[in-house]
């Protein structure tokens, strides 16, 4: 079935450490995409990722699709990353609907 | 600008009775999409339009219908509301492939 694996689920760093966050997702799924949703619920696209390596300010973003694997790295974390980071991965059945993992909840302490 | 409107942010129900759920978006996508996320669960998939007709239906039940009026509309009615039907509903758009999100709406259904 389609599946996305999200790990760890749950992660602490102290203000300036880095964080690596993992997904991996089925064969019967492409491309990957990243979302930051804030404690009030709402979903913040961070990155549309298909294949290769994107960059954002502190966050990498590396998606090797032969291996069915998408990472996110957080460097130099602060306290306002602080929330759920969310990955999908695209299913195309007569539409194209993303298949979410469970989500990774990252706490930064000052 | 939000690009994604959904209303209401919040809603109560009483079992048995009967709500929609309004998403307009202002991103110019042809394909919009609605998503549940319950408690303790992850994001999925319900409904994908394009261009105004319905693509694909994950949803079992058929309390749940879409309704497309205009282009960049795409209402989510419910009808026989259940308790079980407590959740954020998250209305989505894409051109093609990245999707963009609502800010939801939680219902909550007594």
């Known amino acids: 079935g389609q599946q996305v694996q999200q790990s760890p689920a749950s992660l602490v760093l102290q203000e300036g450490e880095n964080a690596e966050l993992q997904c991996n997702f089925s064969?019967?799924?492409?491309?990957m995409q990243w979302f930051y949703q804030r404690p009030g619920g709402s979903l913040v696209s961070l990155f549309y990722?298909?294949?290769g390596t994107k960059h954002s300010g502190r966050l990498t973003s590396t998606t090797v699709i032969k291996e069915r694997r998408s990472s996110l790295h957080i460097s130099s974390s602060q306290t306002t990353d602080s929330g759920t980071y969310l990955c999908?991965?695209?299913?195309?059945?007569?539409?194209?609907?993303?298949?979410f993992g469970s989500g990774t909840q990252l706490t930064v302490m000052p | 600008d939000p690009k994604i409107i959904q209303k209401p942010k919040y809603l109560v129900a009483v079992t048995g009775s009967e709500k929609i759920l309004i998403c307009e978006q202002y991103?110019?996508?042809?394909?919009m999409y609605w998503y549940r996320q319950s408690a303790k669960k992850p994001l999925e998939f319900m409904f994908s339009?394009?261009?105004?007709?319905?693509?694909d239906n994950q949803t079992a039940s058929s309390r749940f219908q879409p309704q497309s009026s205009k282009k960049n509309h795409l209402d989510l009615q419910i009808t026989a509301l259940k308790p079980d039907d407590s959740a954020t509903y998250f209305c989505?758009?894409?051109?093609?492939?990245?999707?963009?999100f609502g800010p939801g709406t939680r219902l909550t259904v007594l």
């Open positions: 999908a991965s695209g299913l195309s059945s007569g539409s194209w609907q993303l298949i």
């Open positions: 064969t019967s799924l492409n491309s």
């Open positions: 990722n298909p294949s």
């Open positions: 991103l110019g996508h042809n394909a």
């Open positions: 339009y394009s261009y105004q007709k319905l693509m």
């Open positions: 989505a758009s894409s051109h093609p492939t990245e999707q963009y």
